[in-house]
């Protein structure tokens, strides 16, 4: 009786080798692309972030009549806190008391709890949603402020505000009060839509405030810093306010120059404001610092030619 033979069928090492580099060239060419949809969906998400912020400020003028002050008073509660009803975040006002510092008792022992973590207000290309800074939760949206006679930020006191001196869309709240219900009274913040005299879609309200890697949840003389208040003139100002005199910073690791106190993004080439009228303007890092400086100046009548 014959014996048949069974050949068996495989792959040779050499064959082996090359299929795996063939599937290493396909990642190597398919993972940028991954990568930029990622990118591209994380700064969707963030200006989708901005939108929500920009109607919320839309909902509280409609309200009141005016928008909402940057902030009541020194170490009291900046803007973030009063618009938060509007952000479906009222659960997490509810959890202050906007008649006492932000700084002090039971007011810092929550904004240093995960509960006060706010995802909306944060960018997914710099950050996850839950984090917490050294100063309590952090945002990654700040007022485009306007001042061209300083190196500082503009710093306002509340109770000394200079007519003139300062055109942002949100400025510093002079007197006023805050009822049980955290319903402001007397607190007006001296801006409504009809004193932006430049156009709602010409005026930025806030736009991305630069913060290096190595110094993401560290305290606010580091550049980063709490959402829910305002310190004057010292650099916890820097959390809520960014100087748009200075050049939008590019990249995530640049620690020279005036950094602390300038916008820029972790999205490549461009970082995002939002306008007045609610719309989100996405603006190349390398433009002239005076177009952003012209966009955060409410009322300065000057045009900006700007080609998005």
């Not at 906007?98 to 240093?112: S, V």
């Not at 709890?113 to 990654?140: F, H, K, N, W, Y």
Request: charged share 20%; net charge neutral; proline share 5%.
């Amino acid at each position: 009786m014959a014996m048949s033979r069974r050949v068996l069928s495989g792959f040779t090492l050499v064959e082996l080798l090359v299929v795996i580099a063939i599937i290493g060239v396909l990642i190597a060419l398919l993972l940028p692309a991954v990568q930029q949809a990622r990118e591209a969906a994380r700064r969707m998400q963030c200006s989708n972030n901005l939108k929500q912020l920009g109607l919320s400020f839309h909902n509280f003028h409609d309200t009141f009549g005016y928008l909402p002050p940057a902030a009541l008073r020194n170490e009291y509660a900046s803007f973030y806190p009063l618009i938060m009803p509007y952000l479906e975040q009222k659960n997490v006002v509810d959890q202050l008391d906007l008649e006492l510092p932000m700084t002090t008792g039971a007011n810092y022992t929550f904004i240093n709890t995960d509960a006060a973590a706010v995802p909306m207000l944060l960018c997914p290309s710099r950050r996850s949603g839950t984090q917490i800074s050294e100063l309590g939760a952090a945002t990654d949206y700040c007022i485009t402020g306007n001042r061209e006679s300083t190196n500082e930020c503009d710093r306002l006191d509340a109770d000394n505000a200079t007519p003139g001196l300062h055109y942002s869309a949100l400025i510093l709240a002079k007197g006023g009060t805050v009822d049980s219900s955290n319903r402001l009274t007397g607190w007006k913040s001296q801006t409504n839509f009809a004193s932006i005299t430049d156009g709602l879609s010409n005026t930025s309200i806030l736009g991305e405030k630069y913060v290096p890697t190595s110094n993401i949840n560290k305290h606010a003389n580091a550049g980063d810093g709490t959402l829910y208040y305002w310190h004057i003139d010292d650099w916890k100002t820097w959390m809520i306010i960014r100087n748009s005199k200075f050049p939008l910073m590019r990249g995530p690791n640049i620690t020279t120059g005036e950094y602390r106190k300038s916008m820029g993004s972790y999205h490549p080439g461009i970082s995002q404001f939002l306008m007045a009228d609610g719309s989100v303007t996405n603006v190349a890092n390398n433009v002239n610092p005076e177009f952003t400086l012209l966009m955060a100046d409410r009322r300065d009548g000057r045009v900006n030619n700007y080609d998005q």
